[in-house]
C-alpha cells in the first residue's frame, strides 16, 4: 500500500492509501480510514503525490532548491501548475505526450516521496 495525496483540478484533496495505481491507467482507487475504497480518475487531478506520511510536516518550510553538490537522478524540471503552484524535481519519464510524469522533489526533506503530474494541469514543463 502507498500513501497518498491526491489533489484535484476543482482543489479538493483525498488523502488515504492505493495499491491499484498505475501511470497508464485512467482509474485507480483510494482508501482513507478504513472506509470503502473510492474510485479515482487520473483526469480530474491535478496531481497525485506519494508522501512518507499522512500529516505531513508543519514545521517544514518547502524549498524548489536542489542540495548543493548532491547528485540528482534524472533529469531536472520545473512543472509550472495552471493553479500557480510551482514543483521543481528530477524525472526519468518526462515525454509531453503522455498523460503524466513522475518527479521527484528537489528538496530531500520534502513529505513527497514522489508525485505523479497530471500533463492536462500544467501550463508549462521545462528542463532546468
Known amino acids: 500500500m502507498n500513501q497518498v495525496v491526491a489533489r484535484?483540478?476543482?482543489?479538493?484533496?483525498?488523502?488515504?492509501?492505493?495499491?491499484?495505481?498505475?501511470?497508464?491507467?485512467s482509474l485507480f482507487h483510494i482508501t482513507a480510514n478504513g472506509d470503502k475504497p473510492r474510485e479515482v480518475k487520473v483526469p480530474d487531478l491535478k496531481a497525485l503525490y506519494f508522501v512518507r506520511n499522512l500529516e505531513g510536516d508543519p514545521d517544514h518550510h518547502k524549498t524548489n532548491d536542489f542540495p548543493p553538490f548532491a547528485p540528482s537522478p534524472g533529469r531536472k524540471v520545473r512543472v509550472a501548475f495552471k493553479d500557480g503552484e510551482i514543483l521543481v524535481g528530477t524525472t526519468q519519464g518526462y515525454q509531453p505526450d503522455r498523460p503524466g510524469f513522475f518527479l521527484l522533489p528537489a528538496d530531500p526533506r520534502s513529505n513527497n516521496e514522489r508525485c505523479f503530474v497530471v500533463m492536462a494541469s500544467t501550463q508549462s514543463v521545462a528542463f532546468v
Open 8 to 25: 484535484f483540478l476543482d482543489g479538493t484533496t483525498l488523502k488515504g492509501q492505493t495499491s491499484d495505481f498505475l501511470p497508464a491507467k
